[in-house]
């Protein structure tokens, strides 16, 4: 008996010595944030809650606001990102961009539209579901950004945009739009489309998101950004993820890091 429980001890104590160490977890998949919040210049209170929000948020200044050159002015001093959020057909303006107009005078209301808003470092589209669809016209303006050294962001308010392939064939520092926030204005459905952007970002490694100075964006972000550390989430400004992204498309956006 006594023989019999030696030898049952040893091969158990041999089977612990020999027995394949359990797997550790893998590693989480680092998830990137980036923020932009479009149409500003509007309202300077309302407005100045885009720039108390925590880290890197990107200021996107409408040219043809009464504050945005103020407005612009401050968003730089709080160490913001500025762009101009420029308006594209059917948006409608002095400004706006029009398939119909020849490319010099798409080059003035450029020109006039930067003049406008001080401190930008590159540019996305205000609306724009018919112009981002111009080939002749948005190969243009990724050259003539790429002349004065500002980035293009493609809010893709459209699936026929070809501003970011444009962008991509000329190597222009550029990235495209995941997740709008706030289509819908409530606090719940907000909160649920920052969810969708943090998931994606898990999945993929990154996401951007656009949202507006409404109150129930600027409540729920308020409420939520603080946790995202917390979270494994990590907030970087949108050059950060420009350079992340190397100008390749998402699966959202193309295939094998072409934009289609």
Known sequence: ???????????????????????SPAPPHKAYLSLIIDDLGQNLPRDRRVLALPGPVTTAIMPDTPHAAEFAREAHRAGKLVMLHMPMD?????????????????????????????????INNHMGSRMTAQPQAMAWLMANLQQRHKFFVDSRTSAQTVAAAEAQKIGLASVSRDVFLDDERTEAAIARQLQTAI?????????????????????????????????GVEWIDIKSMISLRSNRAMVGHGKDGVYR
Request: proline share 10%; charged share 20%.
């Open 1 to 23: 008996m006594g023989r019999r429980f030696l030898l049952g001890l040893l091969c158990c104590l041999a089977g612990t010595a020999f027995a394949a160490p359990a797997a």
């Open 90 to 122: 059917p948006a409608t303006g002095p400004f706006a961009w029009h398939p119909e107009l020849p490319i010099e005078e798409l080059g003035k209301r450029l020109d006039a539209a930067f003049a406008a808003v001080p401190y930008t470092s590159g």
């Open 199 to 231: 998931d994606l970002a898990r999945r993929q490694g990154s996401a951007v998101m656009i949202g507006h100075p409404y109150p129930q964006t600027l409540t729920v972000l308020e409420r939520e950004l603080p946790k995202l550390k917390a979270q």
